[in-house]
């Protein structure tokens, strides 16, 4: 069985790629765990300076397996809340680099990485409303800290789908790459990061994420009971099931 994630490490920076191009990197429980393990594990490795999460075969991730959507929820944290509480938790640094699309938590999860590079190719979407369900990821209040309250309502409330310039200027991500170049820069910068003394740079970011933490896992446990609720709601269910049916 191949690896739904795939690591890669180099001088102190673990490449996490996520490893589903079949379902164009579509998030499923085993694969949300598998992130989450090896991002833990990373911060706990003194060998381990910074993070890189990115994409098989030129695409970011097409978000949560729609699949997964139909099947009974179960209690306790989903895959992708264990996914977003090791980033939140993260003391090392995390860039993502973003080619092709990002989708739905693919989008929702990048908030939480401290640089992103994404292609002049890629394009955001987070298509919730659209799906019967509401905002995750702590999308509800930190995407509107991040780029604005009037642009969040755009890419939340409407969907609307934006590519890498709207997100630089907006603020979003770090910056935009040639098309297949993303990775790369990502991995240079980690180079960079590693290189810095580790101690201070984990404290840094520590404490710039100290006041915001709780706020975040606080806003987490709001969203997931009410995304909980719409997951089961015959709306949501008929929207999922006409998307899988196309």
């Not at 710039?208 to 446990?221: I, V, Y």
Request: glycine residues 8%; neutral net charge.
């Amino acid at each position: 069985m191949t690896a739904t994630v795939l690591t890669h490490e180099n001088n102190g920076v673990l490449t996490l790629t996520i490893n589903r191009p079949e379902r164009r990197n579509a998030l499923d429980v085993a694969t949300y765990l598998s992130l989450a393990e090896h991002i833990r594990a990373a911060s706990t490795n003194k060998d381990c300076r910074a993070l890189v999460i990115t994409g098989a075969s030129n695409y970011f991730t097409a978000g949560n397996d729609l699949k997964d959507f139909q099947k009974p929820r179960t209690s306790g944290d989903s895959g992708g809340i264990i996914l977003l509480r090791s980033l939140i938790d993260c003391d090392l640094p995390i860039i993502a680099a973003v080619e092709g699309r990002a989708i739905g938590i693919g989008v929702t999860m990048l908030q939480h990485c401290d640089f992103i590079c994404a292609a002049d190719n890629a394009l955001f979407t987070i298509p919730f409303v659209a799906l019967g369900l509401c905002p995750e990821g702590a999308s509800s209040v930190l995407l509107a800290q991040i780029v604005g309250a009037r642009r969040a309502s755009d890419w939340l409330l409407r969907g609307k789908t934006f590519g890498a310039q709207e997100a630089l200027e907006a603020g979003f991500i770090t910056q935009v790459t040639h098309a297949g170049q993303a990775l790369a820069i990502a991995q240079a910068l980690g180079d960079e990061l590693a290189a810095l003394p580790p101690q201070a740079l984990q404290l840094s970011k520590r404490m710039m994420k100290h006041a915001q933490r709780p706020m975040l896992h606080e806003t987490l446990n709001y969203e997931f009971g009410l995304f909980s609720e719409r997951l089961q709601s015959e709306e949501a269910q008929a929207a999922v099931a006409k998307l899988l049916k196309k």
